[in-house]
């Protein structure tokens, strides 16, 4: 059986074996089959139930063995004592997936991961979705294989987005959601344990369906990075835009052993440059999971930042602005013309129509004039998308509101969403039915529009090109290296370092002053103390003078603070005049990831910082070294902040470069790696690495 038929005839089979059905529809074990015939499943169904003849007029088998021919699917409804027989049962039979509802595996311990391996090495070949799963809900072919008390509704509005949620009452949140507002929905799937299919089989699966152009992600954990990451990219390249709502994002993560960027990085950054790197969006709240994707749905296309917003109640389209604002986008006035078409729309002095939110008075009760003012608008220059809001006079007529402006879509291919000001869901619905986008919250156009943004600006990473050359590293020895071991594999790798000398003593700590040049900062090298300046470790700007008793002095207050009396110490050239930065390496279950931010001893404090993670082979590429540096919020600082010299950005992409060939070619035997500061020069002058962290295994 092919990848693609399994899953084919998971999702759309044409006969299917419900084990341990009952018939009280009223149980969950009798759900199964009343809501397949409920919905209008054109199949065969299986009942299977030793103790009873028929359920709901149809023959109830004894066994497996006695269903005549091979079912699609088998929907396993027993206990998790006893659900491998029947995956073992269903597989012998050649039935594509078996979907298992218990609970009690993995989630529960030790005891049900042995259960969850049974279920794994009973299925032989044949898939399972689960188990601990809902099941799933096939809506654009009226196909429920679940057991979900969600379905009881009579009908679903059937639609273009798919979702797929490791939660299986989230499942049923999401389907009641979207039905109370109008959005339709494609297919729907509870993953949970994900024993054997997960959530990159099915955006893999989605991204070829005909009937999905949207993905929506309810995710946990992702189990399989690099699946993931093919499955995410490949629905990207077929035009699908996938939405992902994560949870735990409060977790610690990483918890920084002895560099910065553990703390910085943490497991949800993680995710956030996953995300990044493979097109998917993530909504920041519960409520944008439904509220992002049918606005993506339209596949309207967003190509600036330049909003309208017609309103006929001031309130709320000043609200709608505030928001939009607060996010970087713009409201400007009408251009003159057309404020004039505006304005020869309405007589009389009611509308105000030479400033943004355009208030229309009169035209929530004229369907005429409101389709006037749309069409304008949509045609105009100076907008890029069109607000519309609704306020409490559509509430008397929704119908020849939401048909004004239904009328007005065919004529422009600009982004039109509805933010509807009373509470009145069934209007709100009523226009998202009409492919208007509507929300009943200011926050939630702004999260549509950003999301329209997003996707027309996302580009797939280009490979890096040619692999870098390998870097002898064999001697280099286990544990934490101190700071000048970690400078010099930095320098192997082509990193340029601050000049610096080791030194043991005051004569000699004056004589690498006087070679290094005026100024000079001197440290204590220990591979044991890595935050220096929490120990009095660090002096800055001293001279050949200076230096000898401030190294006594530094080794009496390390002493006392740490209680180790250092004995070697780094005397630096003290590097001026450049930007400090932070740029580190961090491993986690999604992979490792290349870490740039503002750096220096505020690192943590400021936390301005981006992700890459690496690819499979090799490092990074310039084009992405040189995208992480325009996505700090310092980015003006390294180009020419208010008059001062723009910085050497050519360098500063080399060296992100070359650190993240170290952090491929090193691979699992990098712990950690980390350089902060590194100074970035005026333009011609490079960059400096002027401390460092490497922890090998």
Not at 210 to 221: P, Q
Not at 362 to 389: H, M, V
Not at 426 to 454: D, H, I, K, Y
Request: glycine share 10%; charged share 20%; proline share 5%.
């Amino acid at each position: 059986m092919t990848e693609l038929n399994s899953m084919g005839r998971l999702l759309k089979p044409r006969s299917v074996a419900v084990i341990g059905a009952s018939a009280d529809a009223a149980k969950t074990a009798g759900r199964p089959v009343a809501y397949l015939r409920k919905h209008g499943f054109t199949g065969e169904i299986y009942p299977v139930n030793p103790r009873v003849g028929s359920i709901d007029g149809l023959t109830c088998y004894p066994d497996i063995a006695s269903i005549p021919g091979t079912p699609d699917v088998g929907i396993v409804l027993l206990g998790a004592e006893r659900a491998h027989q029947a995956v073992r049962e269903l597989a012998a039979k050649g039935t594509a997936a078996a979907i298992v509802l218990a609970s009690g595996y993995t989630e529960t311990g030790e005891e049900g991961a042995r259960r969850q391996q049974q279920l794994m090495e009973a299925a032989g070949s044949m898939r399972i979705l689960g188990p601990n799963t809902i099941g799933l809900v096939n809506l654009t072919d009226n196909i429920v294989l679940s057991a979900s008390g969600a379905l009881e509704m009579d009908h679903f509005p059937v639609g273009s987005i798919g979702v797929v949620s490791q939660s299986g009452g989230i499942l049923g949140a999401l389907l009641s959601r979207a039905a109370a507002r109008g959005i339709g929905l494609s297919k729907l799937i509870s993953t949970s344990n994900e024993v054997d299919l997960d959530l990159a089989d099915f955006v893999d699966h989605l991204a070829e369906d005909a009937d999905t152009k949207v993905i929506a992600l309810y995710v946990e954990s992702v189990r399989d990075p690099e699946r993931f990451r093919a499955a995410a990219l490949k629905a990207a390249r077929a035009g699908k835009p996938v939405v992902a709502f994560k949870i735990g994002r409060s977790e610690a993560g990483a918890k920084a052993a002895v560099s910065h960027t553990g703390a910085l990085a943490g497991a949800d950054s993680m995710y956030d440059a996953l995300f990044k790197q493979v097109g998917v969006i993530r909504a920041q709240t519960f409520g944008d999971l439904l509220d992002i994707p049918v606005a993506l749905a339209t596949g309207r296309k967003l190509r600036g930042r330049r909003v309208a917003i017609l309103t006929s109640t001031g309130g709320a389209g000043t609200l709608v602005s505030d928001d939009l604002g607060m996010q970087g986008f713009e409201t400007p006035p009408p251009d003159a013309a057309t404020a004039e078409a505006l304005r020869a729309l309405q007589t009389g002095d009611h509308a105000v129509l030479d400033r943004n939110p355009i208030d229309v008075t009169l035209a929530g009760l004229q369907p005429d004039l409101l389709r006037g003012a749309i069409d304008i608008l949509l045609r105009s220059p100076s907008y890029d998308a069109l607000a519309i809001i609704v306020g409490s006079s559509s509430l008397a007529m929704p119908e020849l509101m939401a048909g004004a402006i239904q009328d007005c879509l065919p004529n422009s291919d600009k982004p039109v969403i509805a933010y509807v000001s009373p509470h009145a869901p069934e209007v709100a619905a009523l226009l998202t039915q009409r492919g208007v986008p509507a929300f009943a919250a200011a926050e939630s156009c702004t999260s549509a529009l950003g999301a329209m943004l997003n996707v027309g600006s996302w580009q797939e990473p280009r490979p890096s090109g040619a692999p870098a050359a390998a870097v002898a590293v064999d001697d280099l020895p286990p544990g934490s290296l101190d700071e000048a071991q970690a400078k010099q594999l930095f320098t192997r790798f082509g990193v340029p370092c601050a000049r610096e000398r080791v030194v043991t003593t005051p004569i000699e700590a004056e004589a690498a002053a006087r070679e290094l040049g005026d100024r000079v900062v001197l440290k204590i090298l220990s591979a044991e103390i890595t935050h220096k300046s929490d120990v009095g470790g660090v002096a800055v700007n001293l001279t050949a003078e200076t230096v000898g008793a401030r190294l006594l002095a530094m080794a009496a207050e390390v002493e006392s603070k740490a209680g180790v009396r250092p004995r070697r110490f780094l005397v630096q050239e003290m590097v001026g005049g450049g930007i400090e930065l932070i740029l580190g390496m961090h491993h986690d279950v999604l992979g490792t990831a290349i870490l740039l931010g503002m750096g220096g001893i505020t690192a943590e404090l400021f936390k301005d910082t981006t992700m890459r993670l690496l690819p499979a082979q090799g490092g990074l590429s310039r084009e992405e070294a040189l995208s992480m540096a325009h996505e700090l919020k310092t980015w003006p600082l390294l180009d020419g902040f208010r008059g001062r010299p723009k910085a050497d950005v050519e360098a500063l992409v080399d060296a992100i470069v070359a650190f993240s060939n170290m952090a491929a070619q090193l691979g699992e035997r990098l712990i950690e790696a980390e350089i902060n500061p590194v100074f970035v020069l005026p333009q011609g002058q490079g960059v400096r690495a002027a401390d460092g962290v490497v922890v090998l295994a």
